[in-house]
């Protein structure tokens, strides 16, 4: 047997094995992200091994084995974002009134010059919210066109890929810029006037990413959700969290972040909206998101045209109905879950120390 044919048939399952263990090194965490990609090289494997049997022997029949029970895990962590699958959040088809808030978010890639394409979809899709991520001094200055329609603003311009403006047709208040982990890694924490008065809480986010160039392990992406996660279940908040949180819906980390803070993920049962890598169509996972608490449920969400960046821009619209969150399922973290969640605040903290 070739090497190479060893390689196809053992790479797969070993990669859905290793994504077990519980480090949080970039090389390990990582493994969670292209789970699609591994179903499709668990399946490619299995039907080489059909059409081209190997020597019948304990070592291929475990490795074949080993390729279908990986196959099968792959296809249950991905399910849920498949149109196969319940949806968690309620459509909502009624007229846009007061009560409805809709957002965009776009990691825009501080070298991207296509300012005129986000601009364009902004006028096309008028979101109530816009958020703007990697976005510096010359992003700032090229959508200064906006600002006549989006009034209130935060501006966090910065030259380190973690740069974040927050642009509102909506009045703004109790705005916050908070350094929750790290130090030059900056989110905003602020409230939302809607058209009836009402008021709701809304988060942005960008931690850093588990990789060799950015942070050697997952900790302090997990410290920011869990504490964002743990505020908003403190404070029992009507919220919306968005932006790229470099992490994909289906790992843990994301799962226990959606059990702590109680928020909803209205992709379930919809489809995964896979945003990164805009360029590379076989390498793409759902990192940028939004969730939202139970009073919302959702209009219309989409993945939005490329921009020249290396995320597609997502889209959401909700209609805020508070008298009817009961319809809603909420998972809850358990003691156990809230005990996790105050070790990995603690780790990630101690890492940035």
């Known amino acids: ?6 390689l196809i048939l053992v790479v797969p399952a070993l990669a859905t094995a290793l994504a077990f263990m519980p480090s949080s090194h970039w090389t390990i965490r990582s493994l969670d992200f292209p789970r699609i990609q591994i179903a499709v090289l668990c399946l490619a494997s299995l039907i080489i091994t059909a059409l081209n049997p190997p020597t019948l022997g304990w070592s291929v029949l475990f490795v074949v084995m080993a390729n279908l029970i990986a196959l099968t895990y792959q296809l249950y962590k991905i399910f849920p974002y498949t149109r196969l699958a319940k949806t968690e959040v309620l459509s909502n088809h009624v007229p846009d009134d007061d009560r409805t808030i809709s957002l965009l978010s776009s990691n825009v890639l501080t070298p991207n010059r296509r300012s005129d394409a986000l601009i364009a979809l902004v006028r096309q899709y008028k979101p109530d919210l816009l958020l703007t991520l990697e976005s510096d001094t010359w992003w700032q200055n090229a959508l200064t066109s906006l600002e006549q329609d989006y009034p209130y603003r935060v501006a966090i311009p910065l030259d380190n890929l973690y740069g974040m403006h927050l642009y509102s047709r909506l009045e703004l208040e109790e705005t916050e810029v908070l350094y929750r982990v790290e130090e030059d890694i900056p989110s905003i924490r602020s409230q939302v006037i ?3 008065g009402e008021k709701i809480r809304i988060y942005c986010l960008h931690p ?7 942070s050697e392990t997952s900790k302090p992406r997990d410290a920011e959700l869990l504490l964002v996660g743990k505020q908003i279940r403190k404070l029992n908040e009507t ?9 994909v819906a289906w790992s843990y980390s994301t799962r226990l972040f ?9 992709r379930i049962g919809r489809g995964m909206f896979n945003t990164f890598h805009a360029h590379y169509r076989f390498l793409r996972w759902p990192l940028d998101h ?3 608490s139970a009073e919302f449920q959702i209009k219309h969400m989409a993945k939005l045209p490329d921009i020249g960046s290396d995320h597609f821009p997502i889209y959401a619209k909700f209609q805020y109905c508070p008298a009817q ?11 156990q879950e809230m005990t996790q969640a105050d070790e990995k605040i603690a780790e990630g903290r101690q890492e940035t120390e």
Do not use: C, W
């Open 258 to 266: 959606k059990k702590v803070s109680e928020l909803l993920d209205a």
């Open 208 to 214: 850093t990413p588990p990789s060799p160039t950015e």
């Open 239 to 247: 919220a919306l969290v968005f932006g790229d949180l470099n992490d």
């Open 290 to 292: 939004i969730f939202q």
């Open 325 to 335: 969150e009961d319809l809603h399922e909420v998972e809850t973290a358990d003691a």
């Open 1 to 6: 047997m070739s090497l190479l044919y060893v």
């Open 194 to 196: 809607l058209r009836s």
